[in-house]
């Protein structure tokens, strides 16, 4: 059952209360970990269930439950914790979010710096569905980038460059790599560092693969694609964080075959079109669905090759 306000803002204020505490007894040294009911910073790495993984400043790993109406915990939360026997404890308060992913009205991941998109040439990647991701990021004010994997696959390069030249030319971070072929990866790593990152995208695209090839111990479990769909069964069941020996985090999610929009407005639909922006405040209606009304910015924009017709026909598509 939702919480009301009135329980919120309690829930709130004891948290903030507690975090506050924390902080200031922070600069007690770690040493001191095993003193029994003394609260200490950590971040959730995993949870399944009921339960989570929470990683201490020293890197000592706890199993978690957390005390009721404190919310619930994701992947990425920075969390007050307590040791209540060898190995195990409990979450007392979730510190504020800086960035939160959701899909529908699901919390997936808190806590990034950065999106990843991750298509392929098998499955071969859909405009439709690469936009749904860049609506998703834009209303959540995150960045995203698209990473193109198993170009190794690619019969004509030029027609794949051309297929995402618009997405460069309106902002996007594009990358292409084969990590079957060791191709640009080593180059993608080094955007990783000292930074939260999380890949998206469908099952078969090479996201585990990839994880593999940026934290080789890890040796995550890869499906192979099944011949008759092209789309590969889901190996990553929960949304995990794994650390880069060079710095910063992969937060690996489960695959997502589709991806919806059906809890988005039609404006925050438009506003997840970042060229669309600017020109729809220049539309004669305000509430103009830049479809068939008269002296529509976004049409004008379209005929004179200002708009990609692919994006436009994804928009059309998600519209509807």
């Known amino acids: 059952m939702p ?51 929470v990683e201490a400043k020293n ?11 404190i919310g619930f915990s994701v992947a990425g939360d920075e969390v007050l914790f307590q040791k209540t026997k060898q190995g195990e404890a409990i979450v ?5 979010r800086r960035t939160e992913l959701q899909r529908k009205d699901k919390l997936i991941a ?16 859909e405009f439709d569905l690469i936009d749904r991701y860049l609506i998703m990021a834009e209303n959540s004010n995150l960045p995203i980038g698209i990473v193109i994997n198993k170009i190794e696959l690619s019969k004509n390069k030029s027609q794949l460059n051309d297929d995402f030249e618009h997405y460069r030319n309106i902002g996007y971070d594009v990358h292409t790599m084969s990590v079957k ?37 890890l040796e995550l ?17 929960n949304t995990t964080i794994y650390h880069i020996p060079s710095g910063g985090d ?41 479809i068939n009304e008269p002296d529509c910015a976004i049409k004008m924009a379209l005929e004179n090759g200002e708009i990609n017709s692919n994006r436009y026909e994804s928009y059309l598509n998600i519209l509807a």
Do not use: M
Request: glycine share 6%; with cysteine.
């Open 59 to 69: 890197g000592e790993i706890f199993q978690c439950v957390s005390r009721q109406n």
């Open 92 to 96: 007392t308060a979730i510190y504020p």
């Open 181 to 217: 072929s060791d191709l640009n990866v080593i180059s993608f790593k080094e955007k990783l560092v000292n930074k939260s990152h999380i890949f998206l995208g469908q099952s078969g695209v090479g996201k585990s693969s990839l994880i593999n090839a940026l934290i080789p111990d």
């Open 250 to 290: 992969l937060i690996d999610s489960p695959g997502v075959r589709e991806f919806q929009l059906d809890n988005l407005s039609e404006e925050q639909i438009v506003r997840g079109f970042r060229e669309f922006k600017a020109l729809s405040d220049q539309c004669r209606f305000r509430n103009c669905k830049h």
């Open 221 to 237: 479990e890869v499906n192979q694609i099944s011949i008759k769909s092209k789309l590969g069964k889901h190996t990553t069941t």
């Open 110 to 125: 808190a806590n990034i710096d950065q999106l990843w998109l991750v298509v392929a040439i098998e499955p071969h990647y």
């Open 3 to 53: 919480l009301t306000r009135k329980q919120k803002w309690r829930i709130d204020k004891v948290q903030s209360e507690k975090i506050a505490r924390a902080d200031k007894a922070s600069i007690k040294a770690e040493s001191e970990l095993n003193v029994k009911d003394k609260e200490y910073s950590g971040k959730v790495i995993t949870r399944y269930g009921q339960r989570q993984l």
